[in-house]
Nanobody, 125 residues
Framework: QVQLVESGGGLVQAGGSLRLSCAAS????????MGWFRQAPGKEREFVAA????????LYADSVKGRFTISRDNAKNSVYLEMNSLKPEDTAVYYC??????????????????WGQGAQVTVSS
């Protein structure tokens, strides 16, 4: 089992940047593919980005492609989401998630086994 803790959320103006971090407990972090999801008020939780166990493969939602970058540091048991050119529609609670079954990045939230508590990102216009 792994525990995930997000940090780095906050309030930013449109066009600004934020970097989310997700720290994982345990010694098996490198055996999990990792993903970021987000949920805005009244909406379903949606896929944002995912990264393979090794970090060599990534996947992005069309809405964030070219603006967001997912990365990981297995030595630090951490995964990151660099968010640039933020828009008001990026406002949501952002969750990191761990997938213990697949080595490749996956879009479907039902594939993920463990979830963090979420970090609020608010983008003002």
């Amino acid at each position: 089992q792994v525990q995930l803790v997000e940090s780095g959320g906050g309030l930013v103006q449109a066009g600004g940047s934020l970097r989310l971090s997700c720290a994982a407990s345990g010694r098996t972090f490198s055996t999990y593919a990792m993903g970021w999801f987000r949920q805005a008020p009244g909406k379903e939780r949606e896929f944002v980005a995912a990264i393979s166990r090794s970090g060599g493969s990534t996947l992005y939602a069309d809405s964030v492609k070219g603006r967001f970058t997912i990365s990981r540091d297995n030595a630090k048991n951490s995964v990151y989401l660099e968010m640039n050119s933020l828009k008001p529609e990026d406002t949501a609670v952002y969750y990191c998630a761990a997938d213990r079954h697949w080595s490749i990045p996956r879009r479907n939230k039902i594939e993920y086994d463990y979830w963090g508590q979420g970090a609020q990102v608010t983008v003002s216009s």
